[in-house]
């Protein structure tokens, strides 16, 4: 959804998400809502628009691919400079490439691993070597992996380069206050800068929706990024309050440790838990979960019972109904449970995020799978801190959520991949990760269409990662606010934002 209202120049605009971001590194970084900062200050080879196209955005066209489709052709904007003065030419993008590619720990290893090699032909023109046709790389290259770095910031900053981050944006870091603000400033260098209105941004940490929405109220803040619904519910009454939405590409959920033994990268090893023993134990407990029940209770039944990990809204590979998503079954967990032979009730600890919102999803969860003989317990955890602890491996079951990707690979791979970059459930299948590789190949739509849906069965059927619902993107702005663009990916862009009056 787009508002381009006419707007004057000048004045800082307050964005409330609903946590604190991670690193701002985009190398490193996992979390939505490091990418709405990220969308205010570094931009990406490519894009998508409000239709869910991809789009040049620091690129000056779409790649160009060889009939093999093992060479892709990336060509520059001319006259493009970091935040820090430092021209952006094909050097510096191949270093960023390679970065994302091969820094331990980079949550893009995955997505850049069929790159063998990234290569400047010219000033503006990179060449990328495949080891095979990766029809999913516009893609990944339109998101984080596709942000391109100040080499100057880089050799300067090192391991420190997230407090002093230098992309090409419509604005520049200034400071960060860990847990209270990300404050951001107009960027003159700044290639279309002269399309930029506001002077600067400042995102604020405020994961209580109500705090947000009274805040949103009194005209301290301007924008609220994911709003809940049952705060949208009561923004829709406010004369001085406008709703911004869009469908979501992606997926809430909750992920269980199946073999992360060792962190994020690593093969898969055996849990000593019976979640992490046998499969069905995690059958049951996804079997005690109403779906239907947990959108209506907690959400007002204004998002989607989900259970697979594209969405019906992918034009590429639409992924499972809400209505064909399973049925909750206690009597056939209990069953299982008998069968797998456990003591009941099976104490599972739940990691959640502190928001009020994740909290009450914890609850009813709570409540649905203790009627099929299991004791879960909450533990509330600041979500940098689950994060670290999730990819440590140090959880059973965690809520997992992504905000989604145009390309249905974008969805899978760093997740269900066997020591995938983002596979925190320390999942390990063989056949999914031919699925993965066949549908990363595959240009037919049809195919890999019966590629996705063959491997989506194959998830549910593990039962680590247990999709619940897909949110759509709520955001709540006040009335004087125009130019915010808010897409189908859950990004809040602001390079066109400013105020009417």
Same mark, same amino acid.
């Given at each position: 959804?787009?508002?381009?209202?006419?707007?004057?120049?000048?004045?800082?605009?307050? @964005?409330?998400?609903?946590?604190?971001?991670?690193?701002?590194?985009?190398?490193? $970084?996992?979390?939505?809502?490091?990418?709405?900062?990220?969308?205010?200050?570094?931009?990406?080879?490519?894009?998508?628009?409000?239709?869910?196209?991809?789009?040049?955005?620091?690129?000056?066209?779409?790649?160009?691919?060889?009939?093999?489709?093992?060479?892709?052709?990336?060509?520059?904007?001319?006259?493009?400079?970091?935040?820090?003065?430092?021209?952006?030419?094909?050097?510096? $993008?191949?270093?960023?490439?390679?970065?994302?590619?091969?820094?331990?720990?980079?949550?893009?290893?995955?997505?850049?691993?069929?790159?063998?090699?990234?290569?400047?032909?010219?000033?503006?023109?990179?060449?990328?070597?495949?080891?095979?046709?990766?029809?999913?790389?516009? #893609?990944?290259?339109?998101?984080?992996?596709?942000?391109?770095?100040?080499?100057?910031?880089?050799?300067?900053?090192?391991?420190?380069?997230?407090?002093?981050?230098?992309?090409?944006?419509?604005?520049?870091?200034?400071?960060?206050?860990?847990?209270?603000?990300?404050?951001?400033?107009?960027?003159?260098?700044?290639?279309?800068?002269?399309? @930029?209105?506001?002077?600067?941004?400042?995102?604020?940490?405020?994961?209580?929706?109500?705090?947000?929405?009274?805040?949103?109220?009194?005209?301290?803040?301007?924008? #609220?990024?994911?709003?809940?619904?049952?705060?949208?519910?009561?923004?829709?009454?406010?004369?001085?309050?406008?709703?911004?939405?869009?469908?979501?590409?992606?997926?809430?959920?909750?992920?269980?440790?199946?073999?992360?033994?060792?962190?994020?990268?690593?093969?898969?090893?055996?849990?000593?838990?019976?979640?992490?023993?046998?499969?069905?134990? &995690?059958?049951?407990?996804?079997? $005690?979960?109403?779906?239907?029940?947990?959108?209506?209770?907690?959400?007002?039944?204004?998002?989607?019972?989900?259970?697979?990990?594209?969405?019906?809204?992918?034009?590429?590979?639409?992924?499972?109904?809400?209505?064909?998503?399973?049925? &909750?079954?206690?009597?056939?967990?209990?069953?299982?449970?008998?069968?797998?032979?456990?003591?009941?009730?099976?104490?599972?600890?739940?990691?959640?995020?502190?928001?009020?919102?994740?909290?009450? @999803?914890?609850?009813?969860?709570?409540?649905? @799978?203790?009627?099929?003989?299991?004791?879960?317990?909450?533990?509330?955890?600041?979500?940098?801190?689950?994060?670290?602890?999730?990819?440590?491996?140090?959880?059973?079951?965690?809520?997992?959520?992504?905000?989604?990707?145009?390309?249905?690979?974008?969805?899978?791979?760093?997740?269900?991949?066997?020591?995938?970059?983002?596979?925190?459930?320390?999942?390990?299948?063989?056949?999914?990760?031919?699925?993965?590789?066949?549908?990363?190949?595959?240009?037919?739509?049809?195919?890999?269409?019966?590629?996705?849906?063959?491997?989506?069965?194959?998830?549910?059927?593990?039962?680590?990662?247990?999709?619940?619902?897909?949110?759509?993107?709520?955001?709540?702005? #006040?009335?004087?606010?125009?130019?915010?663009?808010?897409?189908?990916?859950?990004?809040?862009?602001?390079?066109?934002?400013?105020?009417?009056?």
């Amino acid at each position: 959804m787009t508002d381009d209202r006419s707007v004057r120049d000048g004045g800082t605009l307050t @964005v409330a998400l609903n946590s604190d971001p991670d690193k701002l590194d985009p190398t490193l $970084a996992q979390t939505l809502v490091g990418r709405t900062v990220f969308a205010g200050m570094c931009e990406k080879l490519y894009d998508i628009d409000e239709d869910g196209t991809f789009v040049p955005q620091l690129a000056a066209s779409l790649p160009t691919t060889s009939a093999d489709g093992r060479t892709v052709t990336v060509r520059l904007r001319p006259g493009l400079k970091f935040s820090d003065g430092t021209r952006l030419d094909a050097p510096a $993008a191949v270093t960023s490439l390679l970065r994302h590619r091969d820094l331990p720990g980079s949550a893009r290893s995955t997505e850049l691993a069929p790159v063998t090699e990234a290569k400047a032909t010219g000033p503006l023109t990179v060449r990328l070597t495949l080891d095979h046709p990766y029809v999913p790389l516009t #893609g990944v290259l339109a998101d984080r992996a596709g942000m391109v770095m100040s080499p100057a910031a880089l050799k300067k900053y090192g391991k420190n380069f997230t407090n002093h981050p230098s992309c090409v944006g419509p604005f520049r870091f200034v400071e960060r206050t860990g847990g209270d603000r990300i404050v951001l400033e107009k960027d003159p260098n700044y290639y279309d800068a002269g399309k @930029v209105h506001l002077d600067g941004v400042v995102y604020k940490p405020i994961p209580d929706g109500n705090v947000r929405l009274a805040n949103l109220r009194s005209g301290d803040l301007q924008v #609220g990024d994911q709003m809940a619904p049952v705060d949208v519910q009561s923004a829709l009454t406010e004369p001085k309050l406008q709703l911004f939405n869009s469908p979501s590409l992606g997926y809430q959920g909750i992920g269980l440790n199946v073999g992360n033994v060792k962190g994020l990268g690593q093969k898969p090893g055996k849990i000593d838990t019976p979640v992490g023993r046998d499969v069905r134990v &995690r059958e049951a407990f996804e079997l $005690a979960i109403d779906r239907d029940l947990l959108n209506k209770v907690v959400f007002q039944g204004m998002y989607e019972p989900a259970c697979g990990p594209i969405s019906p809204q992918s034009a590429i590979a639409p992924g499972v109904a809400p209505e064909d998503c399973p049925r &909750r079954d206690v009597d056939r967990a209990k069953e299982l449970l008998k069968e797998a032979g456990v003591k009941t009730p099976v104490k599972i600890e739940l990691k959640t995020s502190t928001t009020p919102e994740q909290g009450r @999803v914890g609850q009813v969860l709570q409540a649905m @799978v203790k009627e099929a003989g299991f004791e879960l317990s909450l533990r509330p955890t600041e979500y940098a801190t689950m994060l670290a602890e999730t990819d440590a491996g140090d959880y059973d079951v965690f809520t997992s959520g992504w905000s989604g990707r145009l390309d249905p690979d974008g969805n899978v791979s760093n997740f269900l991949k066997t020591a995938g970059a983002m596979n925190a459930y320390g999942l390990g299948d063989p056949e999914i990760d031919k699925l993965i590789a066949e549908g990363r190949s595959v240009a037919d739509p049809a195919r890999r269409t019966e590629i996705y849906d063959e491997l989506t069965r194959r998830v549910q059927d593990a039962h680590a990662l247990i999709y619940l619902y897909r949110q759509k993107n709520y955001v709540v702005a #006040g009335k004087d606010v125009a130019g915010i663009h808010v897409y189908g990916d859950g990004l809040v862009r602001v390079k066109n934002a400013g105020y009417t009056r």
